[in-house]
């Protein structure tokens, strides 16, 4: 109730409505002489003089009774004890204090001129803090949006980084104080596929074209990486280049790379059906331990080093269009799960001699892989 009573006796209607019966109270002084000699008029006069003082002595009562069961601190200020005087001075004799009245109205529109000169420095006061308040909202949300703005291009960053390095990795390399990352497998899997003949389909086709191909290709390849949960660690040319068992460690490495390799011959079958090429690749696959790690300073790279990586680049350039030629080590572990073809020695260096298997493509539907029988047993 009291901060309702507060919020009227501050609300403009209510100042205006004191300031005009001010202004007709200095009004009245000019009057009171023309009263002296047209006696008429007094009655009209008192009726309005009344009608002052009731306005008046309302504005103070109501001004203290904000002050609710304290009222005695409305005189705490001198203009408020100012103001006081000047209305109690209205409730004298007109008659025996008629110089007296006449002071208290000049005393009231001299407290009206203070009222406005204080009212105009708070207008002005409250100007500059709403200029102030606006400039600080302009302020902040200038800060919200470049928030934003490095939120998103904080997001952004983190898809590029997650485009090139495996998402542990990226991880690691964002949250840890590690200068360099690098890790020993004891057991991976390297898949190498290139295409045939991709020399002289350069020279057959525009590079825009050739270029357009190839990202079909490779990204058809990207997609069944994800899908069997593969690394993707380079193309290099037409060289397209996978591993299983980095970073994470995963048992069943060697039937994922085989299963994504007998896919991507599927899609080189579909990818020659679409765009009437004659597109055959290349595959090689071999399994042993690896080193794996990022390099670079400004661009980064996830790669991986060892002699299993270079002995699946051999079993690629040494295989056969159209075949996936795997190691003795993949035949020996796979060999109950897939159909292989001894396809005889080949000379790896630093290594000698190998034996190498061609897998039979239509393997998967022959026999179950590792992968599907689990998936079997589980149901």
Do not use: C
């Amino acid at each position: 109730m009291i901060k309702k009573l507060k919020n009227f006796t501050e609300s403009k209607g209510f100042q205006n409505i004191v300031i005009t019966t001010i202004f007709l109270s200095s009004f009245m002084i000019g009057l009171e002489s023309y009263v002296k000699v047209n006696p008429y008029y007094e009655l009209a006069f008192n009726i309005i003089d009344r009608i002052i003082l009731f306005i008046f002595s309302t504005e103070i009562l109501l001004r203290i009774a904000v002050f609710g069961r304290r009222p005695w601190q409305f005189f705490y200020n001198v203009w408020n004890v100012f103001d006081f005087v000047i209305v109690a001075v209205f409730f004298l004799p007109s008659q025996e204090f008629f110089a007296i009245l006449r002071f208290a109205r000049v005393l009231r529109i001299f407290r009206l001129t203070i009222k406005i000169q204080e009212s105009e420095i708070h207008r002005l006061k409250y100007v500059e803090l709403d200029k102030a308040h606006q400039e600080l909202e302009d302020a902040h949300q200038q800060l919200q949006t470049m928030h934003e703005d490095l939120k998103e291009e904080k997001e952004e960053s983190e898809r590029l980084l997650l485009n090139v390095l495996p998402h542990l990795i990226a991880d690691r390399l964002k949250d840890s104080n590690e200068k360099i990352i690098a890790d020993s497998f004891e057991n991976v899997t390297v898949i190498f596929a290139d295409i045939v003949g991709f020399t002289e389909l350069s020279s057959r086709n525009t590079p825009e074209k050739l270029v357009e191909m190839l990202d079909d290709i490779f990204s058809r390849f990207d997609n069944l990486a994800e899908k069997h949960g593969l690394e993707k660690i380079k193309t290099i040319g037409d060289a397209y280049m996978v591993v299983a068992g980095v970073p994470e460690k995963r048992s069943d490495h060697m039937t994922a790379i085989i299963d994504m390799a007998l896919e991507m011959l599927h899609e080189i079958e579909e990818v020659n059906h679409v765009l009437g090429q004659e597109f055959q690749i290349r595959i090689g696959v071999h399994s042993g331990s690896a080193v794996a790690g990022v390099i670079g300073r400004k661009k980064f790279i996830y790669d991986i080093w060892g002699d299993t990586v270079n002995i699946a680049s051999r079993m690629e350039s040494h295989g056969v269009p159209g075949k996936i030629q795997v190691t003795e080590e993949i035949y020996n572990a796979l060999k109950d799960a897939y159909i292989f073809e001894y396809r005889g020695l080949i000379p790896v260096k630093g290594k000698g001699d190998m034996r190498t298997y061609l897998l039979d493509a239509t393997a998967r539907s022959e026999k179950l892989t590792t992968n599907e029988l689990f998936k079997i047993l589980d149901s």
